[in-house]
Nanobody
């Protein structure tokens, strides 16, 4: 069974840092991309950062210069280093993975709360 599990969320003061991790298991096809999304209550889910099979990274304008996405030694692991956090970063953060067949898998999310 394919499973993505996020961890590393929590409560932090503005200006602080958190590192999120995501580990995928049970994926038998190659992973073309792993991404981080976030969703605040009453808001649409937005793409925060992406890491593609070729090693390219992209970021939402709102997090450029503050967040860094990286892949672990294993293809099925991805991290999101979040620095200089702002209250507006508060959201549930979701990891997802896109397989070589175009299948999309989602984690259950991890809560990030940034206090002012």
């Amino acid at each position: 069974q394919v499973q993505l599990v996020e961890s590393g969320g929590g409560l932090v003061q503005a200006g602080g840092s958190l590192r999120l991790s995501c580990a995928a298991s049970g994926i038998i096809f190659s992973i073309n991309a792993m991404n981080w999304y976030r969703q605040a209550p009453g808001k649409q889910r937005e793409l925060v950062a992406t890491f593609t099979k070729g090693g390219n990274t992209n970021y939402a304008d709102s997090v450029k210069g503050r967040f860094t996405i990286s892949r672990g030694n294993a293809e099925n692991t991805v991290y999101l280093q979040m620095n200089s956090l702002k209250p507006e970063d508060t959201a549930v953060y979701y990891c997802n993975a896109i397989s070589g067949l175009g299948l999309v898998y989602w984690g259950q999310g991890t809560q990030v709360t940034v206090s002012s």
